[in-house]
Nanobody, 119 residues
Framework: QMRFVESGGGLVQAGGSLRLSCTAS????????IGWYRQAPGKERELVAL???????NYLDSVKGRFTISGNDARDTVWLQMNSLKPEDTAVYYC?????????????WGQGTQVIVSS
């Protein structure tokens, strides 16, 4: 079973930056879109940013202008550059992929990477 492995989280002061990495354990051939999600304590998991194989991107309104998603050509590694971090960005960040054939988000979740932004 393919899984994403997330890394790069940590503790940072408000206004700081972090770069998260998401690496696939196998080929992402059947995945058309990769997304970064986050889940804060007591809250639902939410989609933060996504990137398609053609490089199209989309962002949660609250992170637009601060976060940038990018990926290598094979889309087996995707990054999330997070700048001007705010305490409300504190969450566990995960990756997942959208199955082209099943036409839905798959179950490729990794263990996540914790981001803590102190005020």
């Amino acid at each position: 079973q393919m899984r994403f492995v997330e890394s790069g989280g940590g503790l940072v002061q408000a206004g700081g930056s972090l770069r998260l990495s998401c690496t696939a354990s196998e080929s992402t051939f059947g995945i058309s879109v990769i997304g970064w999600y986050r889940q804060a304590p007591g809250k639902e998991r939410e989609l933060v940013a996504l990137i398609s194989r053609r490089g199209l991107t989309n962002y949660l309104d609250s992170v637009k202008g601060r976060f940038t998603i990018s990926g290598n050509d094979a889309r087996d590694t995707v990054w999330l550059q997070m700048n001007s971090l705010k305490p409300e960005d504190t969450a566990v960040y995960y990756c997942n992929g959208f199955d082209r054939d099943d036409d839905r988000w798959g179950d490729y979740w990794g263990q996540g990477t914790q981001v803590i932004v102190s005020s």
